[in-house]
């Protein structure tokens, strides 16, 4: 049009921003969001929370409403738990056969991620679907196998069939995350420590494995949970009470005490839960930084 200025006519009017709405707006959206994550935490942590109460109930106060408090600490219940109901020697069992296999999976698999990402070579492909494969095969078709070979080989109700066992069916597991982490490892720090005359051992101990602490404590975090928490292994190779571990030890002290002391089988349940719960406590600074590094691979 004659006499309109064409600057003016493409430039279009701003609505005025009102702060006070856009907040209130952000606070409306959040609030969905907010109550489904209370929701899942609440779900999540207050069955913790009533076992742990209730292990220092007295017998009578069982009759009552669950969500009542104890209205004294019944001790006796950890310590009938720990002697009677041979949770000690269950907790000791169990130590004895995760720890060791989770240093042995973490060590040969980080091993293996190494070699198979860093240490690129003709069938390093081939090799990796391999263990893909393995995490696909699930325990329970070649638990009966299993547990021909170890009876002909007489390692049923030892500690060394449950530590083949899962150093057999976690290592796939482990190779598989840890090679997620390498595959982003430089390669000129490789090449740097070679040239000035370090060894393919020293770089992996000195240069790659501080470099993936996170990544590796991550991992034997989740192996952990897995181990300890299992029941189908321990249950089929174990038949000796004195070999229980702890998923299996309190299988059979529930069958002992029945329903009439569930003082002592939910302290026995509590110290079952206790150590995964105060690992997590620790290391979980170190587990968010491994999961965030891992997020960002690729």
């Not at 109550?35 to 017998?59: D, E, H, R, T």
């Not at 004895?96 to 091993?111: D, H, K, Q, W, Y």
């Not at 406590?281 to 960002?296: E, Q, S, T």
Request: charged share 10%.
């Amino acid at each position: 049009m004659i006499g309109q200025d064409p600057l003016k006519s493409t430039l279009k009017k701003k609505a005025p921003h009102n702060p006070a709405a856009a907040n209130l707006q952000k606070t409306l959206l959040g609030i969905p969001a907010t109550l489904l994550i209370v929701l899942i935490v609440v779900s999540c942590i207050y069955p913790v929370i009533w076992i742990f109460m209730s292990s220092f109930k007295g017998a009578d106060e069982f009759l009552k409403p669950m969500w009542t408090l104890p209205q004294s600490l019944h001790l006796e219940n950890y310590t009938r738990a720990w002697t009677e109901g041979n949770m000690g020697k269950y907790v000791i069992n169990s130590a004895l056969v995760v720890f060791p296999s989770i240093a042995v999976m973490i060590l040969l698999g980080t091993g293996a991620a190494f070699g198979l990402e860093v240490m690129r070579w003709k069938l390093s492909r081939t090799v990796n679907v391999l263990f893909l494969i393995g995490i696909m095969v699930p325990i329970q078709i070649v638990i009966l196998p299993l547990f021909n070979m170890y009876y002909q080989a007489h390692l049923l109700d030892t500690r060394f069939a449950l530590i083949l066992t899962y150093v057999a069916f976690g290592l796939p597991l482990v190779v598989f995350f840890l090679s997620g982490y390498f595959q982003s490892f430089p390669r000129e720090i490789v090449e740097a420590a070679v040239v000035d005359g370090a060894s393919i051992y020293q770089v992996f101990f000195k240069i790659a494995l501080p470099m993936v602490q996170n990544a590796i404590v991550t991992v034997a975090l989740v192996q952990f949970f897995f181990l300890w928490n299992d029941l189908l292994v321990s249950l089929t190779f174990t038949t000796n009470p004195e070999m229980r571990t702890v998923q299996s030890g309190l299988l059979a002290f529930t069958g002992q005490y029945g329903q009439r002391e569930w003082g002592p089988t939910f302290a026995s349940i509590s110290m079952a839960v206790a150590p995964t719960v105060l690992i997590y406590l620790f290391l979980n600074r170190m587990v968010m930084k491994g999961m965030a590094a891992g997020a960002v691979k690729g």
